[in-house]
């Protein structure tokens, strides 16, 4: 019997010694796991998402702000009804996501989302419907005060693949980590039920807002440019349109429009196609509006005199069985270099780059930044890229004098030419001019690239281009009174190895006042149908938005 007593002691003594040596890991050695479980298990965090930066224009009109939003989500271990009963309450304001009445809800979760994007006043509605174990948690969703307009520009800002929010394509994109801020962290304790408990101690890591952004886009030449868009596709009958403002001697982009256009309020539902900016991101033949490059090259390194006269333009030019005419098929013998501008004659151009020869043409294209990036501050620019000079044929060198068989962005040929205005120096475009936060002001200065051609080549060129403006097809659409220095420009479309015979992109490039020029710009107008011709299309839209431009600037005529 003794020993049966022993054998119990013995067991009882092990017994307690395991639960004292058990105690002891816990309260001792594993005390600090222990404890995080149990704050995690009753201790809750939520992201505070950050105010994201505003956008505005140059006369501090804002393009983009930040409206309240709400996300709605269910404590399933709160939630008093059936999942049916809760989805039928909440079916008149059901959006981005639906609320499935045959799924079961999980009790071991204490928070589930249901809809997001509420307004203020939905949620208002939602809260008088006393649903227990619903709850709100606020965000902010992205308010455009002009509705569409600058979609392109502006871009917008999306859900990522973490769900979280981030900007894409334009300034939202190209400016994300000055716009987004920093989101804050608040931690509070919470009961079994998942309610806060009050009297003990929240922590909170404030969030910081993003940085605000001022443009140069000067919002009256903004709207300018997008409502003659409007009116010039419908017009014209186009398919596609697009204009760009700078200002040619500094880089500031006063205005940038594309048409067709999207909502970035729902961008989601609109073709993805349409999120890219065309003046930035595609590549086109630019036509006879590249004239304006070659021949500045051409003079600048002394390859033609103006006093020079062309001895090959008595009709058409054949160049490695390729037939060169004229695009009205009129020619002019003896014409002066300021008549090849003036007649956009294709076979005095060929005559002009032959003179420059395919050397000095490729490395000119250079100084004037073709084959690069111009850097510009939005997301999306891509670079057309030159040929290698090694595959340059004879006929490259011909048919690239007038404008095809070389593509370049509509930003880089406006950039190119704008340094004719400037006196012969190019700048990077630049859309925004400062950047602000709560601390500072961040100006954004201009950079100049490069002076590709001589002040005096310059005002060669200018003289030249006022005169193909005052003698060329369009002159009866020219605003009276302004000196115009411009040009036209009618691309054939390349496809399938071949050009097509009907389609055309029409364009203008230009700037004035030409003695003081304040603006540069380019408009393009894809496949016109009432005319082909640039001179037709493109260039009277140019001198409507020129006259808007005279007027909102307060520019006085000079004759």
């Known amino acids: ?35 995080t479980l149990a704050n995690l298990q009753y201790q809750i965090s939520r992201e505070i998402p950050a105010d994201r930066g505003k956008i505005y224009s140059s006369d501090n009109f804002p393009l983009v702000l930040n409206n309240k939003n709400y996300l709605v989500y269910v404590n399933p271990q709160i939630l008093k009804i059936p999942l ?104 509070f304790n919470q009961d079994a039920l998942g309610r806060p408990i009050p009297f003990l101690e929240n922590i909170e890591e404030k969030s910081i807002p993003g940085r605000d952004l001022y443009l140069n886009i000067d919002r009256s030449i903004q709207y300018s440019a997008e409502k003659h868009l409007k009116e010039g596709l419908a017009k014209y009958g186009a398919s596609s349109g697009s204009i760009i403002i700078m200002n040619p001697k500094n880089g500031a982009i006063v205005a940038m429009a594309c048409l067709p256009s999207f909502d970035p309020r729902k961008y989601s539902k609109e073709d993805p196609e349409l999120y890219k900016n065309p003046l930035i991101s595609s590549v086109f033949e630019p036509g006879s509006i590249f004239k304006v490059i070659v021949m500045a090259s051409a003079i600048d390194v002394g390859a033609i005199k103006t006093t020079d ?13 390729y037939l060169i005419k004229t695009w009205n098929e009129k020619y002019y013998p003896n014409s002066t270099i300021e008549d090849i501008i003036v007649h956009s004659d294709n076979v005095g151009m060929v005559y002009v780059a032959e003179k420059l020869g395919t050397e000095k043409f490729y490395e000119s294209l250079k100084k004037f930044g073709f084959g690069e990036f111009t850097k510009v501050d939005l997301q999306g620019e891509i ?74 080549t310059a005002e060669v060129m200018t003289e030249m281009l006022v005169q ?24 054939q479309i390349p496809i399938k190895g071949h050009y097509d015979p009907e389609k055309t992109i029409a364009s203008f490039v230009g700037f004035a006042p030409a003695n003081d020029p304040k603006f540069s710009m380019l408009v393009i107008l894809n496949e016109p149908k009432t005319s082909s011709w640039g001179s037709e299309t493109a260039a009277p839209l140019w001198f409507e938005i020129a006259a808007d431009i005279f007027r909102i600037w307060k520019i006085a005529p000079v004759y």
């Not at 890229?385 to 006929?395: F, S, V």
């Open 1 to 35: 019997m003794s020993r049966r007593i022993k054998i119990l002691r013995i067991i009882l003594l092990l017994s307690f010694l395991t639960i004292i040596g058990k105690l002891f890991f816990w309260q001792v050695i594993d005390s600090e796991r222990l404890k």
């Open 309 to 321: 006269k062309c001895p090959l333009c008595s009709g058409p030019r054949s160049i490695s069985n």
């Open 468 to 491: 193909a403006v005052e003698k060329g097809e369009a002159k009866w659409a020219k605003p009276k009174g302004y000196k115009i220095a411009g040009k036209t420009g009618t691309a």
């Open 84 to 187: 049916a009963d809760l989805a039928k309450a909440l079916k008149p304001f059901l959006k981005d996501s639906e609320i499935n009445p045959d799924k079961s809800l999980d009790k071991k979760v204490q928070w589930m989302p249901l809809m997001k994007n509420l307004t203020e006043e939905e949620k208002k509605q939602i809260e008088e419907l006393k649903i227990e174990g619903l709850g709100f948690e606020e965000s902010k969703i992205r308010f455009y005060p002009e509705s569409s307009m600058s979609a392109q520009l502006l871009g917008f800002v999306g859900e990522n693949a973490e769900s979280g929010r981030k900007g894409y394509f334009g300034l939202e994109g190209y400016y994300e980590n000055e716009l987004k801020g920093k989101n804050g962290l608040r931690s």
């Open 383 to 456: 670079n057309a890229g030159l040929k290698d000079k090694k595959n340059w044929q004879e006929i490259d060198l011909a048919t690239a004098s007038f404008g095809q068989g070389i593509a370049v962005t509509p930003i880089q040929i406006l950039t190119a030419i704008s340094a004719i205005a400037s006196k012969g120096e190019v700048y990077q475009p630049q859309v925004v001019g400062k950047i602000f936060d709560s601390k500072q002001i961040i100006p954004i200065k201009p950079i100049k690239k490069a002076n590709p051609i001589s002040r005096t």
